[in-house]
C-alpha cells in the first residue's frame, strides 16, 4: 500500500496491484493492462483445461483402439479408426446425410418463416409483449419436455393431431411411430421450437435498422416486397449471417429432441440417428472409445467446416 | 476512504474466491468419499437391481436377512437403461459403493467379464452345498459360466409365452400349435379398421431380437452356425419374413418403434389375439387395474415351426458380486440366501419363475401360476435353448446388425437383400468380436 | 427502381392500411396460437385422467384433477430431481458469472476480441466431443454422479454463453465514467467494481438467468455424468418416459412440473431474456 500525490482534491489510494496510479493516461494503461489479464485469466484457464486438454484427449483416443472398460489397456492403431469410421457406408455416412438433412431443412425453415414472423412484428402493436412472452416459452423449454409433449400430440393412436386430420378427412399418419415419417417430423419439432429463436434475433435487427433508406424507398413508389428486397434485406445482412451461424451450429449439434423421442441408435431403423447420437451410442452403448473419437473429430472439423463457410458466404453477401 | 473501498473490494474480491474454492472443495471431498473409505459396520450391503417383480419381493423380506448376518441392505431399483449405464460409470470408477450387481448373464456378463468387473464365485459355489450348485437347471448355469469361472447365479429365468384371447380362438380349435396356424388364425381374426390386431409383438430393433430368436429357432436356424454368421442361411431368412409378415399384415401401427412396454398394453387392453413375450409379464393380464383380459387371457407354449417347437429358455436376470466390493464375503451371503433352495421355492411359490430343478419339479410351486401357464413353462423349459441372443461381448451392436432384417420385414419392405448385408456385417463383426475376447 | 405512382386517394390508402393491419393482426394472433396450443395442451393433459388423455375427443373442457401430480411426487424422485436442478443450476451459474463477468469486461473494455473469440470458440466446438475424454477422465477420477462434475460440466456451456452476453454490455459502456473515477484515484478493480459493474447489472441479471435456464434444461450432460443420486430433471423425465409409458398424465405431469419454472421466468423476465438472447446479434 504505497500513497503517492494524486490529482489534489483527492486523498490517496492504493492502487489494486503495483505502482501508485493515479496521474497519467499511461500509468492507468499499465495498470489496466495488469488488470485485464488478471480478470481474464480464470476463464481462460477454465477453458482452456475443460476444451483443449479434452479435445486433444479425444484427437489422441481417436488413434487408439480404446475399447470396454475405461481403463482398460489400449494400443495405437493409427488412423485405421478414420479408415473404417469414413469407409462404413451402413452408419456414418447415412448419419451424416441425416446431420445434413435436418440441419439444412429446419434452419431454412426457421430462417424463412422467422424472418416472415419478425417482419410482421416490426412494427410495435398492442400486446407485443405478450406475444414475445408466450414466443420464447418453446424455445427456455427443456427439449425432453417438448419431445414428451409432441409424443403425446402426435400419437398415432390417442393423439390430437390424428383425431384432427381425420376429421377433416385426411388419412392417419404415424408420425414418430413411423420409420420414414420420424425425421421430418422432428425437423418440424425443432421449426416449432426455434422458429421464435430466429424472429426475436432478427427483430433485434430489424429495430436497430435505419427508417430513411426505406423511407426514401416508399417516396420513391416502391412497393412492400421492392423494399424488403432491396433496401431491408441487404441492411439486414449481418444479423442474418449471426444468427444463421448460430442456429446452425445448434441444430448440427441437436441431440436431446432426437434421442428424448427416438432413443439410443435413433429408431429401428435408425432413421434419426444424426452424427451426435451415433457417436453417444458408439460411446456408451458400443463402448467403442476409439472409433467413438474418431468420428468425434470429424464431426468437429464438419461443425467448424460449416461456420467458415457461412461465415465467408455471410461476408460476400454484405461486402 | 478511498483505502477503506479498496480493502472492502479486495476483501470482498477475496471471500468470493474463497467462497469458490470452498464449493469446489467440498464438491470434490464429498466425490471422493462416494468412491473411497474403508466400510465401518454402519456401511449398507449395497445392491443394484432391476425394478423387477423379483426385486421388490426380495425387498419386501430384506429384514429377515439383515438379522441374519448384522448388517443393514440398501437396495436401488432401476429401469433396465438405468442400470446398465449405472454399472458402466460406477464400475469404470473402480467404485466401491456396489457390493451385489443384478446383471443379465446373456447381455452383459462376457463383457464384464472382460473388464474384469465380476469377481469369481467358482469356489465359493464349490465348496457350499447347501446352496446346491448343480440344482440349477443346466441352460441358465452354463450361461453363468465365463472362461471356467462361475461370475453370477441365475435367480429369474424366462421363456416366450404365447398369450391368447381364449374367447376368440374357441372357434379356431383352441391356441395354434404351429406357427403356421398363428399365421392364418391371426390373419382371419384382424381387423384394422376397427383397430383390433390378430398378433403383437415386440418390433423395436434391439428389443425385438431377444423374443425373435425362439422365431430363428423354430424354423432351424441360429445367430452363429459353426462359428460364422448364421443370419444369411435360408431358415434364418424364413424366420425374419415370417415374424417381419406376422406384424406387418396382423400387427398395430407404429410397430417398429414398439418394445414390451408399448407392446404389452395394446394386449391387455383388448386389442390384441394374440401375444409372444416373456412369461415372467404374465401377472399384469391378471392385474384388473391394467388389463381388461384377465377373464380371457390364456397361455400356450411357444407354437412348433418347420424345424420344431425351439423356444429359449434363458437366466434373464442373475447375481453376481463387483470385484471392487470390499464387502464380498456378505454380499456372498446375500446370494446364498436370495439364490438359495429355501428362498427361490418361496417366490416360485408366490409367481416368480427360478432357475432351480428342485424348485420347478416341486408341484407346490408351480401351483401358483395357472394352470396353463404352467403347463407352458414347462413344455417351453423341456425344449428350450439357453440363450436368445448372439453369444457375443458386444451384445448391443450384435442385436443392431441381426435386428436390421427384423425392422425391413415389420416395415414391408424385401427382407433379403437387407438380409445379405446384415450378414457380411454380422460376420465382419464376429472376426473383430473374437479378437477381443482373445484380447 | 424509382418509377411515379399516381397518388391513390387518401381514403382508399386508409381502408388499405386498416384492412392491412387487420389483416397483420389475425396472422400474429395464429402464429402466438400456433406456438402456444402444444404447450396448453401439456398442461391440459397434466390435469385429465390417463382415460382422458389416451381420448383424443377430450378437448380442453373437463373437469381437472391433481392425481397425477400426486402419483408422481408420490414417487418421489421428481422432487429430489428438481432440487438437484436447482443446486447445480444455481452453483454453476454464480461460479460462471463469477468468472465470466471480469473477462467479458476485459474483453469488452479493452476490445481483446482475438482472446474473446478463443473463448467462444467453445460455443461452437459440440460438447459430444468434450464428453468422451471427460468421461474418461472424470470416470478415472472417481467423479462421475458427483454434483462436481455436473457443476464443472455445466459451467463449460455457462461461462462461454454469460460471455456472450455481457462483451456487448461492456462495449456499450461509456469509457469516460470509468475514466473519471480512476482519475479520482479509484484503482483500476475498483472502477471496474464500483462503475461497470453495477451498471451492467441488468445483462449480468439477464445472462445468468439464461445461465441457469440453460442448465436446468441440461439433458446429455446429466445423462451421462449424473446417477440416480444427482439425477436432473432432464433425465428423469426421460426415464419416465420408458418406464411408465402408457401413465400419459404422469408423464405430463412432470413435464408440466418441470416447464412452469421455464414459464415463470419467461413472464417475468421477458425483456430481459429477450434481451440476453438477441445481444451480440446486432453487433455481427
Same mark, same amino acid.
Given at each position: 500500500?504505497?500513497?503517492?500525490?494524486?490529482?489534489?482534491?483527492?486523498?490517496? +489510494?492504493?492502487?489494486?496491484?503495483?505502482?501508485? &496510479?493515479?496521474?497519467?493516461?499511461?500509468?492507468?494503461?499499465?495498470?489496466?493492462?495488469?488488470?485485464?489479464?488478471?480478470?481474464?485469466?480464470?476463464?481462460?484457464?477454465?477453458?482452456?483445461?475443460?476444451?483443449?486438454?479434452?479435445?486433444?484427449?479425444?484427437?489422441?483416443?481417436?488413434?487408439?483402439?480404446?475399447?470396454?472398460?475405461?481403463?482398460?489397456?489400449?494400443?495405437?492403431?493409427?488412423?485405421?479408426?478414420?479408415?473404417?469410421?469414413?469407409?462404413?457406408?451402413?452408419?456414418?455416412?447415412?448419419?451424416?446425410?441425416?446431420?445434413?438433412?435436418?440441419?439444412?431443412?429446419?434452419?431454412?425453415?426457421?430462417?424463412?418463416?422467422?424472418?416472415?414472423?419478425?417482419?410482421?412484428?416490426?412494427?410495435?402493436?398492442?400486446?407485443?409483449?405478450?406475444?414475445?412472452?408466450?414466443?420464447?416459452?418453446?424455445?427456455?423449454?427443456?427439449?425432453?419436455?417438448?419431445?414428451?409433449?409432441?409424443?403425446?400430440?402426435?400419437?398415432?393412436?390417442?393423439?390430437?393431431?390424428?383425431?384432427?386430420?381425420?376429421?377433416?378427412?385426411?388419412?392417419?399418419?404415424?408420425?414418430?411411430?413411423?420409420?420414414?415419417?420420424?425425421?421430418?417430423?422432428?425437423?418440424?419439432?425443432?421449426?416449432?421450437?426455434?422458429?421464435?429463436?430466429?424472429?426475436?434475433?432478427?427483430?433485434?435487427?430489424?429495430?436497430?435498422? &435505419?427508417?430513411?433508406?426505406?423511407?426514401?424507398?416508399?417516396?420513391?413508389?416502391?412497393?412492400?416486397?421492392?423494399?424488403?428486397?432491396?433496401?431491408?434485406?441487404?441492411?439486414?445482412?449481418?444479423?442474418?449471417?449471426?444468427?444463421?451461424?448460430?442456429?446452425?451450429?445448434?441444430?448440427?449439434?441437436?441431440?436431446?429432441?432426437?434421442?428424448?423421442?427416438?432413443?439410443?441408435?435413433?429408431?429401428?431403423?435408425?432413421?434419426?440417428?444424426?452424427?451426435?447420437?451415433?457417436?453417444?451410442?458408439?460411446?456408451?452403448?458400443?463402448?467403442?472409445?476409439?472409433?467413438?473419437?474418431?468420428?468425434?473429430?470429424?464431426?468437429?472439423?464438419?461443425?467448424?467446416?460449416?461456420?467458415?463457410?457461412?461465415?465467408? !458466404?455471410?461476408?460476400?453477401?454484405?461486402? | 476512504?478511498?483505502?477503506?473501498?479498496?480493502?472492502?473490494?479486495?476483501?470482498?474480491?477475496?471471500?468470493?474466491?474463497?467462497?469458490?474454492?470452498?464449493?469446489?472443495?467440498?464438491?470434490?471431498?464429498?466425490?471422493?468419499?462416494?468412491?473411497?473409505?474403508?466400510?465401518?459396520?454402519?456401511?449398507?450391503?449395497?445392491?443394484?437391481?432391476?425394478?423387477?417383480?423379483?426385486?421388490?419381493?426380495?425387498?419386501? !423380506?430384506?429384514?429377515?436377512?439383515?438379522?441374519?448376518?448384522?448388517?443393514?441392505?440398501?437396495?436401488?431399483?432401476?429401469?433396465?437403461?438405468?442400470?446398465?449405464?449405472?454399472?458402466?460409470?460406477?464400475?469404470?470408477?473402480?467404485?466401491?459403493?456396489?457390493?451385489?450387481?443384478?446383471?443379465?448373464?446373456?447381455?452383459?456378463?462376457?463383457?464384464?467379464?472382460?473388464?474384469?468387473?465380476?469377481?469369481?464365485?467358482?469356489?465359493?459355489? +464349490?465348496?457350499?452345498?447347501?446352496?446346491?450348485?448343480?440344482?440349477?437347471?443346466?441352460?441358465?448355469?452354463?450361461?453363468?459360466?465365463?472362461?471356467?469361472?462361475?461370475?453370477?447365479?441365475?435367480?429369474?429365468?424366462?421363456?416366450?409365452?404365447?398369450?391368447?384371447?381364449?374367447?376368440?380362438?374357441?372357434?379356431?380349435?383352441?391356441?395354434?400349435?404351429?406357427?403356421?396356424?398363428?399365421?392364418?388364425?391371426?390373419?382371419?381374426?384382424?381387423?384394422?379398421?376397427?383397430?383390433?390386431?390378430?398378433?403383437?409383438?415386440?418390433?423395436?430393433?434391439?428389443? +425385438?431380437?431377444?423374443?425373435?430368436?425362439?422365431?430363428?429357432?423354430?424354423?432351424?436356424?441360429?445367430?452363429?452356425?459353426?462359428?460364422?454368421?448364421?443370419?444369411?442361411?435360408?431358415?434364418?431368412?424364413? +424366420?425374419?419374413?415370417?415374424?417381419?409378415?406376422?406384424?406387418?399384415?396382423?400387427?398395430?401401427?407404429?410397430?417398429?418403434?414398439?418394445?414390451?412396454?408399448?407392446?404389452?398394453?395394446?394386449?391387455?387392453?383388448?386389442?390384441?389375439?394374440?401375444?409372444?413375450?416373456?412369461?415372467?409379464?404374465?401377472?399384469?393380464?391378471?392385474?384388473?387395474?391394467?388389463?381388461?383380459?384377465?377373464?380371457?387371457?390364456?397361455?400356450?407354449?411357444?407354437?412348433?415351426?418347420?424345424?420344431?417347437?425351439?423356444?429359449?429358455?434363458?437366466?434373464?436376470?442373475?447375481?453376481?458380486?463387483?470385484?471392487?466390493?470390499?464387502?464380498?464375503?456378505?454380499?456372498?451371503?446375500?446370494?446364498?440366501?436370495?439364490?438359495?433352495?429355501?428362498?427361490?421355492?418361496?417366490?416360485?411359490?408366490?409367481?416368480?419363475?427360478?432357475?432351480?430343478?428342485?424348485?420347478?419339479?416341486?408341484?407346490?410351486?408351480?401351483?401358483?401360476?395357472?394352470?396353463?401357464?404352467?403347463?407352458?413353462?414347462?413344455?417351453?423349459?423341456?425344449?428350450?435353448?439357453?440363450?436368445?441372443?448372439?453369444?457375443?461381448?458386444?451384445?448391443?451392436?450384435?442385436?443392431?446388425?441381426?435386428?436390421?432384417?427384423?425392422?425391413?420385414?415389420?416395415?414391408?419392405?424385401?427382407?433379403?437383400?437387407?438380409?445379405?448385408?446384415?450378414?457380411?456385417?454380422?460376420?465382419?463383426?464376429?472376426?473383430?468380436?473374437? !479378437?477381443?475376447?482373445?484380447? | 427502381?424509382?418509377?411515379?405512382?399516381?397518388?391513390?386517394?387518401?381514403?382508399?390508402?386508409?381502408?388499405?392500411?386498416?384492412?392491412?393491419?387487420?389483416?397483420?393482426?389475425?396472422?400474429?394472433?395464429?402464429?402466438?396460437?400456433?406456438?402456444?396450443?402444444?404447450?396448453?395442451?401439456?398442461?391440459?393433459?397434466?390435469?385429465?385422467?390417463?382415460?382422458?388423455?389416451?381420448?383424443?375427443?377430450?378437448?380442453?373442457?373437463?373437469?381437472?384433477?391433481?392425481?397425477?401430480?400426486?402419483?408422481?411426487?408420490?414417487?418421489?424422485?421428481?422432487?429430489?430431481?428438481?432440487?438437484?436442478?436447482?443446486?447445480?443450476?444455481?452453483?454453476?451459474?454464480?461460479?460462471?458469472?463469477?468468472?465470466?463477468?471480469?473477462?467479458?469486461?476485459?474483453?469488452? !473494455?479493452?476490445?481483446?476480441?482475438?482472446?474473446?473469440?478463443?473463448?467462444?470458440?467453445?460455443?461452437?466446438?459440440?460438447?459430444?466431443?468434450?464428453?468422451?475424454?471427460?468421461?474418461?477422465?472424470?470416470?478415472?477420477?472417481?467423479?462421475?454422479?458427483?454434483?462436481?462434475?455436473?457443476?464443472?460440466?455445466?459451467?463449460?456451456?455457462?461461462?462461454?454463453?454469460?460471455?456472450?452476453?455481457?462483451?456487448?454490455?461492456?462495449?456499450?459502456?461509456?469509457?469516460?465514467?470509468?475514466?473519471?473515477?480512476?482519475?479520482?484515484?479509484?484503482?483500476?478493480?475498483?472502477?471496474?467494481?464500483?462503475?461497470?459493474?453495477?451498471?451492467?447489472?441488468?445483462?449480468?441479471?439477464?445472462?445468468?438467468?439464461?445461465?441457469?435456464?440453460?442448465?436446468?434444461?441440461?439433458?446429455?450432460?446429466?445423462?451421462?455424468?449424473?446417477?440416480?443420486?444427482?439425477?436432473?430433471?432432464?433425465?428423469?423425465?426421460?426415464?419416465?418416459?420408458?418406464?411408465?409409458?402408457?401413465?400419459?398424465?404422469?408423464?405430463?405431469?412432470?413435464?408440466?412440473?418441470?416447464?412452469?419454472?421455464?414459464?415463470?421466468?419467461?413472464?417475468?423476465?421477458?425483456?430481459?431474456?429477450?434481451?440476453?438472447?438477441?445481444?451480440?446479434?446486432?453487433?455481427?
Amino acid at each position: 500500500m504505497s500513497t503517492t500525490e494524486v490529482s489534489p482534491a483527492r486523498p490517496a +489510494a492504493a492502487s489494486g496491484g503495483g505502482p501508485a &496510479p493515479a496521474r497519467r493516461p499511461r500509468t492507468f494503461e499499465q495498470a489496466n493492462r495488469r488488470l485485464k489479464w488478471a480478470m481474464l485469466t480464470p476463464a481462460l484457464l477454465f477453458v482452456g483445461l475443460m476444451i483443449v486438454f479434452p479435445l486433444v484427449y479425444t484427437v489422441d483416443l481417436s488413434l487408439t483402439d480404446a475399447f470396454g472398460a475405461v481403463n482398460a489397456g489400449k494400443g495405437y492403431v493409427g488412423l485405421q479408426n478414420f479408415a473404417d469410421a469414413l469407409g462404413d457406408t451402413r452408419r456414418f455416412w447415412p448419419a451424416a446425410r441425416r446431420t445434413l438433412v435436418f440441419t439444412v431443412g429446419a434452419v431454412i425453415l426457421e430462417t424463412v418463416l422467422g424472418l416472415a414472423l419478425a417482419m410482421l412484428m416490426r412494427k410495435p402493436f398492442r400486446g407485443m409483449r405478450w406475444v414475445r412472452t408466450v414466443l420464447i416459452i418453446p424455445l427456455l423449454t427443456t427439449p425432453v419436455a417438448i419431445g414428451i409433449l409432441w409424443l403425446l400430440i402426435l400419437d398415432p393412436t390417442n393423439g390430437i393431431a390424428n383425431h384432427l386430420l381425420a376429421g377433416i378427412g385426411l388419412p392417419r399418419q404415424e408420425f414418430l411411430g413411423s420409420v420414414g415419417q420420424s425425421l421430418p417430423t422432428l425437423m418440424l419439432i425443432d421449426v416449432w421450437q426455434w422458429t421464435p429463436m430466429m424472429t426475436l434475433l432478427l427483430l433485434a435487427g430489424l429495430t436497430t435498422l &435505419p427508417e430513411e433508406p426505406e423511407e426514401a424507398a416508399r417516396v420513391d413508389g416502391a412497393n412492400g416486397w421492392q423494399r424488403f428486397r432491396h433496401i431491408v434485406l441487404p441492411m439486414l445482412g449481418p444479423t442474418l449471417a449471426t444468427a444463421l451461424v448460430l442456429r446452425a451450429v445448434d441444430a448440427l449439434k441437436t441431440f436431446d429432441i432426437l434421442y428424448a423421442t427416438k432413443g439410443a441408435g435413433g429408431g429401428s431403423d435408425f432413421e434419426v440417428e444424426t452424427l451426435n447420437v451415433y457417436a453417444y451410442g458408439l460411446t456408451f452403448d458400443y463402448q467403442e472409445y476409439g472409433l467413438a473419437a474418431a468420428v468425434l473429430v470429424l464431426f468437429t472439423l464438419f461443425i467448424i467446416g460449416v461456420v467458415v463457410l457461412l461465415r465467408r !458466404r455471410g461476408g460476400r453477401k454484405t461486402a | 476512504m478511498s483505502t477503506s473501498s479498496q480493502l472492502l473490494s479486495r476483501r470482498s474480491f477475496g471471500r468470493l474466491a474463497a467462497g469458490v474454492a470452498g464449493a469446489v472443495g467440498t464438491g470434490a471431498l464429498t466425490a471422493c468419499t462416494t468412491g473411497g473409505g474403508r466400510p465401518s459396520a454402519d456401511t449398507p450391503l449395497r445392491i443394484m437391481a432391476i425394478n423387477h417383480v423379483w426385486s421388490q419381493a426380495i425387498r419386501r !423380506r430384506t429384514e429377515e436377512f439383515e438379522e441374519l448376518i448384522g448388517r443393514r441392505v440398501s437396495m436401488t431399483l432401476l429401469t433396465a437403461d438405468q442400470l446398465a449405464s449405472s454399472y458402466n460409470v460406477k464400475l469404470n470408477a473402480s467404485g466401491t459403493d456396489v457390493d451385489v450387481m443384478m446383471v443379465r448373464a446373456l447381455q452383459e456378463q462376457l463383457l464384464f467379464a472382460h473388464n474384469g468387473w465380476l469377481a469369481d464365485l467358482s469356489d465359493r459355489v +464349490a465348496q457350499d452345498e447347501e446352496f446346491a450348485w448343480p440344482d440349477f437347471q443346466k441352460a441358465p448355469r452354463d450361461a453363468s459360466v465365463s472362461g471356467g469361472r462361475v461370475l453370477s447365479v441365475p435367480v429369474v429365468t424366462e421363456r416366450p409365452a404365447l398369450y391368447y384371447r381364449k374367447d376368440l380362438v374357441e372357434d379356431h380349435g383352441g391356441p395354434p400349435p404351429t406357427l403356421e396356424q398363428l399365421m392364418a388364425t391371426a390373419q382371419e381374426l384382424t381387423d384394422k379398421r376397427k383397430g383390433f390386431y390378430g398378433f403383437v409383438g415386440r418390433g423395436q430393433r434391439s428389443g +425385438a431380437v431377444s423374443q425373435w430368436s425362439s422365431f430363428l429357432y423354430s424354423h432351424g436356424g441360429d445367430f452363429v452356425v459353426g462359428g460364422r454368421s448364421g443370419i444369411g442361411t435360408p431358415e434364418a431368412l424364413a +424366420a425374419y419374413e415370417y415374424y417381419g409378415r406376422l406384424l406387418a399384415r396382423t400387427g398395430p401401427p407404429g410397430a417398429t418403434n414398439m418394445s414390451l412396454e408399448q407392446a404389452m398394453p395394446i394386449f391387455a387392453q383388448g386389442k390384441a389375439a394374440f401375444y409372444v413375450d416373456a412369461d415372467a409379464i404374465y401377472s399384469s393380464f391378471l392385474d384388473p387395474q391394467v388389463s381388461t383380459v384377465r377373464e380371457t387371457v390364456g397361455f400356450a407354449p411357444f407354437p412348433a415351426g418347420p424345424a420344431g417347437a425351439r423356444p429359449h429358455n434363458i437366466p434373464s436376470w442373475s447375481l453376481g458380486i463387483s470385484t471392487f466390493s470390499l464387502l464380498r464375503d456378505d454380499a456372498w451371503e446375500f446370494i446364498r440366501w436370495a439364490a438359495g433352495p429355501e428362498m427361490t421355492a418361496e417366490l416360485q411359490r408366490d409367481g416368480i419363475p427360478g432357475a432351480r430343478t428342485s424348485v420347478w419339479s416341486d408341484p407346490r410351486s408351480l401351483a401358483s401360476f395357472p394352470p396353463d401357464l404352467a403347463e407352458a413353462m414347462r413344455l417351453n423349459a423341456e425344449r428350450g435353448l439357453g440363450y436368445d441372443r448372439p453369444r457375443v461381448l458386444q451384445v448391443g451392436r450384435a442385436r443392431d446388425i441381426v435386428g436390421r432384417p427384423l425392422v425391413a420385414g415389420i416395415l414391408g419392405n424385401d427382407v433379403r437383400p437387407v438380409a445379405r448385408d446384415a450378414d457380411a456385417e454380422f460376420a465382419g463383426f464376429l472376426v473383430r468380436d473374437n !479378437r477381443h475376447k482373445e484380447s | 427502381m424509382s418509377a411515379t405512382v399516381s397518388p391513390v386517394p387518401a381514403a382508399a390508402r386508409l381502408r388499405r392500411r386498416t384492412a392491412g393491419s387487420w389483416l397483420r393482426g389475425i396472422t400474429i394472433g395464429v402464429v402466438t396460437l400456433v406456438f402456444a396450443l402444444p404447450l396448453v395442451w401439456m398442461f391440459a393433459a397434466a390435469f385429465k385422467t390417463n382415460v382422458q388423455v389416451t381420448d383424443p375427443s377430450v378437448g380442453l373442457w373437463f373437469s381437472p384433477t391433481l392425481e397425477n401430480f400426486r402419483n408422481i411426487v408420490e414417487a418421489g424422485q421428481i422432487l429430489r430431481s428438481m432440487g438437484n436442478s436447482l443446486l447445480v443450476g444455481v452453483v454453476s451459474t454464480v461460479l460462471s458469472a463469477v468468472i465470466a463477468v471480469p473477462a467479458a469486461w476485459a474483453v469488452g !473494455r479493452f476490445g481483446m476480441h482475438r482472446t474473446g473469440s478463443l473463448i467462444l470458440v467453445a460455443r461452437i466446438v459440440p460438447a459430444i466431443s468434450l464428453l468422451v475424454p471427460w468421461y474418461y477422465l472424470f470416470a478415472q477420477m472417481g467423479l462421475v454422479g458427483s454434483y462436481t462434475v455436473l457443476i464443472l460440466s455445466q459451467m463449460f456451456v455457462s461461462v462461454p454463453l454469460i460471455m456472450w452476453i455481457m462483451i456487448s454490455f461492456f462495449a456499450g459502456l461509456p469509457v469516460e465514467l470509468e475514466e473519471a473515477a480512476r482519475t479520482d484515484g479509484l484503482s483500476a478493480f475498483g472502477a471496474f467494481r464500483r462503475i461497470a459493474l453495477p451498471l451492467a447489472a441488468p445483462g449480468t441479471a439477464t445472462a445468468s438467468l439464461l445461465a441457469f435456464v440453460f442448465s436446468w434444461n441440461n439433458f446429455m450432460f446429466a445423462l451421462i455424468f449424473a446417477d440416480d443420486r444427482t439425477q436432473t430433471v432432464p433425465v428423469t423425465l426421460f426415464n419416465f418416459i420408458s418406464y411408465a409409458s402408457t401413465d400419459w398424465g404422469g408423464l405430463m405431469a412432470a413435464a408440466t412440473l418441470i416447464t412452469v419454472p421455464v414459464v415463470l421466468a419467461a413472464v417475468l423476465g421477458q425483456k430481459y431474456l429477450v434481451a440476453g438472447l438477441t445481444s451480440g446479434a446486432t453487433k455481427g
